[in-house]
C-alpha cells in the first residue's frame, strides 16, 4: 500500500511543500541524480522551481524501483502524513511482533532497507500489531550504502559494533544475501507469499517464518 499511496500524493506534496527546507535539500540531490543520467529517456527538470519535471522523474524512478536517496526521502515524508492522519499502516506477517520480541531480549535487531530510516520508523511505530519500534535498536538506509555492497554490510557491523560474523542478515533478495555474506555476515533467505519468485540457484538456508529462529 505504501508505494501506491506515495504516487497519488507526490504532486500535490510537494507543491504543498515547496520551498521548504527539506524539500530544497531532496531536489539538491534530485538535480544532481538527474543531470547525472546518461538514458535519453530520463524525464528531465529544469531546478526547484519544476515541480512538474521533479515529478515526471521521481515517477520514473518509481517505475524502474530505483535506490535513490531523494525519492526516500519524499516519499517518507508522505507516508509520515499518511501513518499520523491513520490512512496507512504498517502491515506485518503475524510471526513478526513475537520473534521481534524474543530477539530483543537475546540480542539487537536493526533494520537495514532501501526505504529511509524516516519510513522505516514511521512503518514500525504505526504498524497492524502497534508499535514495534521498542524491540529495534538500529535502522540502517542507502546512506550506508547500496544493499547490494559488501562494504554496506561492514559499515552496519561496524556501527553495532560487532563484527560481520556477529550479524544474521534475513532478506528476499538473492542478490543482496550475496554481498552480506561476502562481508562475513550469515544469511538466511526469507521466503514469503507475495514475494517475486527466485530463479537463482539458490545458496541461502531458506526461512518461512520468523518462528524458526529461536
Not at 550475496?178 to 521466503?191: E, K, N
Request: charged share 25%.
Amino acid at each position: 500500500q505504501l508505494f501506491p499511496y506515495a504516487r497519488r500524493h507526490l504532486r500535490t506534496s510537494l507543491y504543498e511543500h515547496a520551498g521548504e527546507p527539506d524539500t530544497n535539500a531532496d531536489f539538491a540531490l534530485l538535480l544532481g541524480e538527474n543531470r547525472a543520467e546518461s538514458a535519453n529517456e530520463v524525464p528531465r527538470f529544469a531546478g526547484f522551481g519544476d515541480i512538474d519535471g521533479a515529478c515526471d522523474y521521481l515517477l520514473w524512478l518509481m517505475d524502474r524501483d530505483r535506490k535513490s536517496t531523494a525519492l526516500k526521502s519524499i516519499q517518507g515524508r508522505i507516508w509520515k502524513s499518511g501513518f499520523e492522519s491513520g490512512e496507512l499502516k504498517g502491515t506485518v506477517f503475524p510471526d513478526v511482533p513475537a520473534a521481534l520480541a524474543r530477539w530483543s531480549q537475546k540480542g539487537r535487531v536493526a533494520i537495514y532497507s532501501s526505504g529511509s530510516v524516516e519510513a522505516q520508523l514511521l512503518l514500525f511505530c504505526h504498524s497492524t500489531a502497534g508499535d514495534l519500534t521498542g524491540f529495534i535498536t538500529s535502522y540502517f538506509d542507502t546512506r550506508t550504502g547500496p544493499k547490494t555492497s559488501p562494504d554496506s554490510y561492514r559499515a552496519i557491523a561496524a556501527a553495532m559494533r560487532v563484527v560481520p560474523g556477529e550479524l544474521l542478515f534475513i532478506s528476499d533478495l538473492v542478490r543482496e544475501l550475496d554481498s552480506a555474506r561476502q562481508a562475513g555476515c550469515h544469511t538466511r533467505l526469507s521466503i514469503r507469499e507475495g514475494n517475486q519468485p527466485i530463479s537463482e540457484n539458490i545458496t541461502h538456508l531458506p526461512l518461512h517464518s520468523f518462528a524458526e529462529l529461536l
